[in-house]
């Protein structure tokens, strides 16, 4: 029998397993081993429902999507920052504290970066999280509590128990038994890469993509549902306490950020405290440079009176307290002139459009080019050529046009028309229902020919390896390669030819031992299962696990190619987007044309039989499962291969029918989303135990 406190401790166990991953980022136990803790939970909340309390790690996910958003007041104003945009300014303003209150003449000061995110308050009572508002107007905010339970490194119960003597080198000297009241404030902010990662996403599927993280954040939390927010990559920092009532809580910045980080809250580790205002400065500039060394966007550092006594004695100005100031960095906004707008052609032949600028320095760099994402943005913001532009660039991401400086306009701007033909091999370009983007859908185009190939070589599929843009580059501008198929008919002296210096790993590597390796590549690859080769070509919507089922299904490419959209929807996970992209990938006759080449030259392999064959157990029977993340021995086909020889489905994405999460090490969303839809979670050990 299971007992509450056997609960209560697995609960614990998991907050602090939770914040090791998600706050610390040191995990101690293997994703698996942590999924088998929160099934565990799951499964005892099941039997006893009663015991659940709103900090079970288990209540992050699957609230129902709210209708509206209702206010919060918050229990002490949220204030702003006045700023200083340099370091004359930030000394002006020192100067003024001081003749207000000479105290600040030997006061010590905190320097934190400026998270460029959105400002949220959270609400703890008794240690438990039981609110979460946005900033609002300062007074009252919107109560987004659902949403930022979702965030993982929001922990749902102070302190976070068992991680002050394993993560502070010295046990902690703060009374660890929080204020029965403690509302505490920080920044929600989405990391750089994850940001550009998700924008990727949305870019290849044809969707819209996001301006800026910031705004990406803002945009995950304010809105009403709870399950878009857990699949978006949002994190926490968190610096100051709002409110607190029946405990004590620090009266330095300095020690609050301490405190915060021993509740097992997460805290920039790029603070420093300092003695010394000139010292403060040096720090803060320090940092201009480095800003694009940190995971998060920031418009700059917030230089802090430590003692918090004195600092809230200075009172404030309007919205912004005297004992703070944000030393703002440069602007990575500029304007600078629109000359042109030419359009790139990517993989799956979709057209980006890219402004090109009377060239500018940025932030030390200078910028020539910048993304305009689709034509309906150039639309929406009513972009011309000719025209003065915002341009932005951030970190690693790619600078993009924000609008136009409309006030700016001689009348000599030009609207523009998008293309109707691809720039690079000008036949006519394709919209998709329900998708921002156009497509050229020539697959012969040379510029898309590029990226096919690419793709055809890649891991998931042909896995030929030594087949380089530059090699690739080299053999379709001399003809060598005009499709996928005549990578097989490569002799050594084509490659021999467009094997420039830059392909070779050392220039020692003789280019004939480059053109040997490739050789035995492709040749290696002619031994590739039909599901990789159906997935090597590139259709729109098909990715390796429905290539998988295609293979699965049809005995070959002949038949495959045969097949009528009613027969592909058949199939589970083919939607009537996919079935029609599929048919319209066969009936074009440069495909076929690919086709016959690939036949041929005996590219052909057979599948069709494999599920019912190699069939060992009926285990899976009526089950769906999806995988993500790297399995410890299992490869995707592996894992596919096995749960199909027990009559299980494999599909993509995860969905309200999926049975079972498979995870691996370094999972995707699908592994937020299936926590969000409370589906079953097992790691490869449990998937082959289930099978038996
Ligand atoms: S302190 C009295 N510290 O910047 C406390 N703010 O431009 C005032 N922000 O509204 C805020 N990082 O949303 C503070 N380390 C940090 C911050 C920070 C980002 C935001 C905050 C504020 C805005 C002011």
Redesign the pocket.
């Known amino acids: 029998m299971t007992t509450k406190s056997h609960y209560e401790e697995l609960k614990e166990k998991i907050h602090f397993h939770n914040y090791r991953y998600h706050v610390l980022d040191a995990p101690v136990i293997s994703d698996a081993e942590f999924d088998k803790l929160l099934n565990e939970l799951k499964r005892i909340e099941a039997e006893h429902p009663d015991w659940i309390t709103a900090d079970s790690p288990t209540r992050r996910a699957g609230a129902k999507p709210a209708e509206r958003f209702d206010k919060v007041r918050h229990p002490a104003p949220i204030?702003?920052?006045a700023n200083a945009f340099g370091a004359d300014d930030a000394r002006a303003w020192l100067e003024r504290v001081t003749r207000l209150d000479d105290r600040v003449e030997k006061a010590k000061f905190v320097v934190?970066?400026?998270?460029d995110g959105l400002?949220v308050v959270l609400h703890y009572r008794d240690g438990i999280f039981v609110q979460g508002a946005t900033?609002g107007d300062g007074e009252v905010g919107e109560d987004i509590t659902q949403n930022l339970r979702t965030i993982r490194s929001i922990p749902l119960r102070i302190p976070v128990k068992g991680q002050t003597s394993k993560v502070e080198k010295k046990p902690s000297t703060f009374d660890l038994r929080p204020p029965t009241n403690l509302v505490v404030r920080g920044?929600a902010f989405m990391p750089v890469k994850e940001f550009e990662a998700l924008n990727r996403k949305l870019e290849e599927a044809g969707e819209k993509t996001y301006q800026n993280p910031r705004n990406t954040a803002a945009g995950s939390l304010r809105q009403l549902d709870p399950e878009l927010t857990a699949s978006r990559p949002l994190t926490i920092l968190v610096?100051?306490i709002v409110h607190s009532e029946g405990g004590k809580v620090p009266t330095s910045q300095w020690e609050i950020l301490e405190y915060l980080k021993a509740l097992g809250f997460p805290v920039t580790d790029v603070a420093k405290r300092f003695d010394n205002f000139d010292k403060a400065i040096a720090y803060t500039e320090s940092w201009e440079k480095k800003r694009d060394s940190l995971s998060y966007e920031t418009d700059g550092m917030?230089i802090k009176i430590d003692d918090l006594t004195l600092a809230a004695e200075l009172g404030f100005v309007g919205k912004d307290?005297r004992g703070?100031i944000?030393f703002k960095f440069p602007a990575r906004e500029v304007t600078t002139k629109l000359l042109d707008i030419r359009v790139s052609v990517g993989r799956t032949g979709v057209l980006i459009p890219n402004a090109v600028l009377e060239p500018v320095e940025i932030g030390g760099v200078i910028v020539e080019r910048a993304t305009l994402h689709n034509f309906d943005y150039i639309a929406e913001k009513d972009i011309r050529i000719g025209d003065r532009v915002l341009v932005k660039r951030a970190g690693e991401v790619i600078p993009y046009v924000i609008g136009p400086v409309v006030d700016a306009r001689t009348g000599k701007e030009k609207k523009y028309k998008p293309i109707t033909t691809c720039p690079s091999c000008r036949q006519p370009v394709e919209h998709i229902e329900g998708e921002v983007a156009w497509y050229c859908v020539n697959a012969a185009c040379p510029a898309q020919l590029v990226r096919n190939v690419e793709h055809f070589v890649s891991r998931g599929a042909m896995d030929i390896n030594g087949l380089g843009t530059k090699i690739v580059e080299k053999l379709i501008e001399t003809g060598k390669v005009k499709d996928v198929a005549d990578i097989y008919t490569l002799a050594r002296a084509d490659i021999l030819d467009a094997v420039t210096k830059k392909d070779r790993k050392t220039d020692k590597e003789p280019p004939g031992k480059i053109a040997e390796n490739l050789l035995s590549a492709i040749e290696a690859s002619r031994s590739q299962p039909l599901s990789r080769l159906i997935a090597a070509l590139g259709i729109h919507g098909v990715g390796e696990v429905m290539a998988g089922d295609l293979a699965s299904t049809f005995p070959d490419l002949d038949a495959l190619s045969k097949a009528k959209a009613d027969d592909l929807l058949q199939i589970e996970g083919v939607g009537p987007n996919t079935a029609e992209g599929i048919v319209d990938w066969f009936s074009r006759p440069f495909n076929q044309k690919v086709l016959k080449k690939l036949k041929s030259v005996g590219m052909w392999p057979k599948g069709g039989k494999s599920k019912v064959e190699s069939r060992k157990s009926n285990a899976f029977e009526g089950l769906t499962f999806v995988v993500t993340g790297t399995l410890p021995t299992f490869s995707r086909d592996d894992a596919k291969a096995f749960i199909e020889s027990h009559g299980g489905k494999v599909t993509d994405s995860v969905s309200k029918k999926t049975s079972y999460l498979v995870l691996g090490e370094s999972p995707g969303s699908k592994f937020d989303k299936a926590n969000s839809l409370g589906i079953k979670i097992v790691g490869e050990e449990e998937l082959k135990k289930l099978a038996k």
């Open positions: 204030l702003s920052l934190e970066p400026k998270i400002s900033r920044e610096y100051q917030v307290p703070a944000a």
